[in-house]
């Protein structure tokens, strides 16, 4: 009689989990893109980044969910100031998730914890695989070109369930630039390939510190090291995101909402949601946000550089010369150098577009000045090294061009 039971409770258990397997599928066709964001060590800003990708990708007008699968130290609600509970959908009866902004939607354990947020989450992991399939499959979701994943920092259950759970989620893996931190996102970086997980690239955060009464930037930790990394594991750096205590500060309040969009942070966080739409095939063709493959393929580009003692000038308005190195199918055929008329707002951008420049390869420049390149049909790569112009051109064409943060030039 027991083992008549038994069976019968592990069919029952199992006819429950198809049906959540059809529930799961469902949902997730309702869903576009899928992005988990993750890391090897804790300490990296890997929530800080995944709800600034979330309400970056919103204020750009998509529809987007973030999914906080930390179930041990959920952080995403206090980021972004969200004290309501979830509520019930009149319609299907489903729990809703706590809508953010309009188009940005949240769910976190947090916030199904109502006054009781400060207590300990002791799950193992059964139980932790059984709440992340149901924020899935049991959230009423609305129809999201975005879903953004918070994951805890590892390789554990978390990434793990949904990975296996959602087989078409891509990860953005965080670090910071020091070798104890790159020696885990190694790790993480192995934990995707073995489960077949699409890497969409690095996120390095606490790249440098802009001074903010010089605006040149302070390496407090080594250069260069996920750009290094990526290099070597083939995978595209995304960005490097500075060191800003004002994202600190408004994450401790729950505005990370209030983000200044022409913080440097907040620039060259713009430019690593660009290169994910590029990545999802969700950017429009507009003459400073073409594919790179497109750019380079064309039969002449033009590329011009800021430059003072034969390398790259770090303050765009003071350069000496700019260099125009000429490619041809990728190769660079000839290099020639020019002195700029007088700076004046949009005198050298509509100077250079008479040179017949695409692409200028600046240390910093400010958005006014970006917003006249991109008038005059150029586009603007920022955080470029200070180094000799064909060694920059180079290194764009083969994808291998490290930048840094933003050194506004104002």
């Known amino acids: ?24 599928r469902d949902r997730l066709g309702h869903i576009k893109q899928k992005i988990l964001v993750m890391s090897g060590k804790g300490g990296v800003g890997k929530s800080t980044v995944a709800a600034c990708l979330a309400l970056f990708l919103a204020q ?115 670090t910071t630039p020091q070798e104890i931190s790159l020696a885990d996102v190694r790790k993480s970086i192995n934990f995707c390939r073995q489960v077949n997980m699409k890497i969409l690239g690095l996120v390095e955060n606490m790249s440098g510190l802009t001074c903010p009464h010089c605006g040149k930037q302070i390496d407090l930790f080594m250069t260069k090291g996920a750009g290094l990394l990526a290099a070597k594991e083939n995978i595209e750096l995304l960005g490097s995101l500075p060191i800003d205590p004002e994202v600190v500060r408004l994450g401790d309040r729950g505005a990370l909402k209030s983000l200044d969009r022409d913080s440097p942070f907040a620039m060259e966080f713009d430019k690593v949601v660009e290169k994910v739409l590029h990545a999802d095939g969700d950017a429009p063709e507009t003459s400073d946000s073409k594919p790179k493959d497109k750019e380079t393929s064309m039969d002449k580009t033009v590329f011009a550089i800021p430059v003072s003692e034969g390398k790259l000038c770090a303050h765009f308005g003071h350069c000496d010369q700019f260099a125009l190195v000429e490619t041809q199918d990728g190769k660079i055929c000839g290099t020639s150098f020019h002195t700029p008329p007088p700076h004046e707002p949009g005198v050298l951008p509509q100077w250079l577009h008479e040179q017949g420049a695409h692409i200028i390869l600046a240390g910093g420049m400010g958005t006014r000045a970006q917003s006249l390149f991109e008038q005059n049909g150029i586009r603007v790569v920022i955080g470029a090294p200070m180094d000799a112009p064909e060694v920059l051109v180079n290194q764009y064409l083969s994808g291998n061009l490290i930048t840094g943060s933003n050194i506004c030039d104002h």
């Open 1 to 24: 009689m027991a083992d008549g039971h038994q069976r019968a409770g592990a069919s029952s258990r199992k006819d429950q989990h198809a049906e959540q397997d059809a529930m799961i």
């Open 60 to 174: 750009k007008g998509k529809t987007v969910g973030l999914m906080d699968v930390d179930l041990h130290g959920p952080s995403i609600p206090r980021l972004l100031g969200l004290k309501e509970g979830i509520g019930l959908s009149d319609k299907t009866g489903k729990a809703l998730p706590v809508a953010c902004l309009p188009n940005l939607h949240v769910i976190s354990i947090e916030c199904l914890m109502g006054d009781n947020r400060d207590a300990a989450t002791i799950w193992r992991g059964p139980i932790k695989i059984g709440v992340i399939r149901q924020f899935i499959s049991d959230i009423d979701w609305p129809e999201l070109d975005y879903l953004v994943i918070d994951s805890p920092p590892g390789t554990g259950d978390e990434p793990l369930t949904v990975a296996q759970t959602i087989p078409d989620a891509k990860a953005l893996v965080v």
